[in-house]
């Protein structure tokens, strides 16, 4: 299959490692991928803080790059969802055809075995978007638990929010590091030596954190799970 | 929840009973009135608290009391019944805390109300202790306080809303539930007064997103489930605390004001409210709503907010492959530069908007390369 990635900036710019993971997963497992290269941003950033005449701007140029592809795949689960459920009311037309990575390999694909093996004890957290606005379910879980050597790590109360919310990370910066010490301290009680999520942006935000703390705990995204097979670590 | 099948459907008929409420808004309330005053009891009509507060003085002063008892209520608070009271010369006990003598002995009560019925001019209150209860049937006078979007079309819708109220919180059933039509001969209070408060509510009606906010029927469920109400608490909110505070206080006060403005921005958007709201108040989507009229707001200022400055720079730069391309550069060349590559432990002290982050978060070590370069590399 011909696959259109949008990478995202945040990504491009901050985690390439996040992008190169996915072409090369979608590659070993059979796949095309094109990098369309007139793509920046979705404009989620400038939706969310209230710029809806910039976000417009963006959700336009979007709907004019990727509308001619027929699959288009993302690495952001809030990403995808602010083209599916946002940029409908900005351009007044269908989106284009934009899976969440996870939604692409289960429901589009129809596999949960990628073939990975990562031989480490994983805590998975549900970003809010990949949970509610995405309705992911339990298919990130389903594709962990396929993964060779890795170990999944029950996290308490996983389905609370990080506290990074985009702007509220800097604007109410405070609260958002309170939520992500309460997110830290769950990840640490599990004994997890990685914790990952389909969001970047989340995991610059609690990552961050677990850096400061020389926590041992390292913040990875999903994708690089999934890509990594013979050294049995993700590429950094 | 899990144990009462059809949830979903009994949101989805509370929200629609109450969309019906405020859409007809003017025939419901014209309704109330006919029927509370058919029932023996009269309607007023404020337009703010100071007119509420106001009619309470009077009709206090008529019944010829210099002490009236409070059970304290969100409205009652909205209002700030109990300081403009005082500033009458008008002593105020609040029914909880007050003893049991002075509660028998009270000559008229101001109370707030959950639901109103436009149908029979029924108040409906749930009052969660015995004394409040004693207070609604011992008076000689009997005031109600009520917001106007507390109206509600049937008797039987009750049966929705009695039934989401307290199940959003983990409840079966809340424990009192009081009410009351007007007055009757021999039996509980001998006047009844209903003051409809507007205060703001009218304006509110005017934004058709912002309104489903008024759908609120004050359950709390919102506030149980929000991480940033756990956290901060009632404090910072206004006279309505949590996730339904946030988007109602900046619509009811006006959005421009410094700390209306902030509310809306008081939030991840993490969405687990909407998830339980019995209404279906889209409280997220509502916040970017207001978002955008505090920024549409702020764009007709004659000097750009620092904010404003830099979002349009960054819609600019992401507007344009070249220009885009060119940020990438600077960002990676300038960064490179000041840590060394070594990421935010290599930084000179951080202050203003990145301190922020960087305080109690370790910034990403930014790679080598971007993901388009690497692309680029490959082929």
């Not at chain 2, 409906?124 to 015995?130: G, N, T």
């Not at chain 2, 009757?184 to 309104?211: C, Q, W």
């Not at chain 2, 756990?230 to 404090?235: F, P």
Request: proline share 6%.
């Amino acid at each position: 299959m011909r696959v259109a990635l949008f990478v995202s900036c945040v990504n491009d710019a901050l985690y390439p490692r996040t992008g190169r993971a996915v072409v090369r997963l979608l590659e070993r497992l059979g796949h095309e991928v094109v990098f369309e290269p007139g793509q920046t941003c979705c404009g989620q950033t400038h939706w969310t803080t209230g710029y809806h005449r910039e976000a417009e701007a963006l959700a336009a140029r979007f709907a004019g790059l990727f509308g001619r592809y027929e699959t288009v795949v993302t690495p952001s689960a809030s990403c995808a969802a602010t083209v599916r459920t946002v940029h409908p009311r900005l351009t007044g037309g269908a989106p284009p055809p934009v899976h969440e990575l996870t939604e692409f390999l289960v429901d589009v694909l129809g596999v949960t075995d990628v073939g990975a093996y990562f031989p480490h004890r994983v805590a998975y957290h549900p970003t809010c978007h990949s949970l509610r606005a995405c309705g992911l379910g339990d298919r990130p879980l389903r594709l962990l638990r396929a993964v060779r050597g890795l170990e999944l790590a029950d996290l308490p109360r996983a389905e609370e929010c990080c506290g990074f919310g985009g702007a509220f990370a800097l604007k109410n910066a405070d609260t958002s590091v309170a939520m992500a010490a309460d997110k830290v301290r769950h990840v640490r009680g599990t004994g997890a030596d990685v914790l990952c999520a389909v969001d970047d942006s989340c995991l610059a935000h609690v990552g961050g954190m677990l850096s400061r703390l020389r926590s041992g705990v390292r913040a990875v995204h999903l994708a690089q799970i999934l890509a990594a097979t013979g050294s049995g670590d993700e590429e950094r | 929840m899990a144990e009462l099948p059809g949830w979903e459907e009994l949101r989805r008929a509370g929200e629609a009973l109450k969309d019906r409420a405020l859409l007809d808004l003017d025939t419901m309330l014209e309704r109330l009135e006919a029927e509370v005053v058919r029932a023996g009891g009269t309607v007023h009509w404020a337009r703010d608290a100071a007119e509420a507060a106001g009619v309470v003085a009077l009709l206090a002063r008529e019944a010829g009391r210099d002490e009236v008892v409070e059970l304290p209520s969100p409205v009652t608070r909205e209002i700030g019944l109990a300081a403009s009271l005082a500033a009458a010369g008008i002593a105020v006990h609040e029914a909880a805390g007050s003893p049991r003598e002075r509660l028998l002995a009270a000559g008229t009560v101001v109370s707030g109300a959950r639901f109103l019925v436009a149908e029979t001019g029924t108040v409906v209150a749930l009052e969660p202790e015995e004394e409040g209860r004693m207070c609604l049937v011992l008076p000689e006078t009997l005031i109600t306080v009520a917001g106007i979007e507390q109206v509600v079309p049937r008797l039987r819708d009750l049966g929705v809303l009695l039934q989401l109220l307290p199940r959003s919180s983990g409840e079966r059933m809340s424990p009192h539930a009081a009410m009351w039509t007007g007055t009757r001969p021999g039996d509980g209070p001998r006047e009844f007064h209903l003051v409809l408060l507007d205060n703001g509510r009218t304006a509110v009606l005017k934004d058709e997103t912002g309104r489903a906010a008024l759908r609120c029927i004050g359950c709390s469920a919102c506030l149980d489930v929000c991480p940033v109400y756990e956290r901060v608490g009632d404090r910072p909110y206004g006279d309505l605390p949590g996730p339904v505070g946030a988007i109602l206080t900046p619509q009811l006060r006006g959005i421009e004001p410094a700390y209306e403005a902030s509310l809306p921005f008081a939030s991840t958007l993490c969405g687990a409210c909407a998830d339980v709201c019995p209404v279906r108040i889209d409280i997220p989507g509502i916040l970017v709503h207001l978002r955008a009229r505090v920024v549409e707001s702020r764009r007709r200022r004659p000097v750009p907010t620092p904010e404003l400055a830099l979002m349009r720079a960054a819609a600019r730069a992401m507007g344009d492959r070249r220009r885009y391309e060119r940020a990438l550069r600077r960002l990676h060349r300038w960064s490179g530069l000041l840590s060394g590559g070594r990421g935010v432990r290599g930084l000179p002290v951080l202050s203003g908007l990145a301190g922020r982050w960087t305080d109690a978060r370790d910034l990403p070590v930014l790679p080598h390369r971007t993901f388009r370069e690497w692309w680029r590399s490959r082929r």
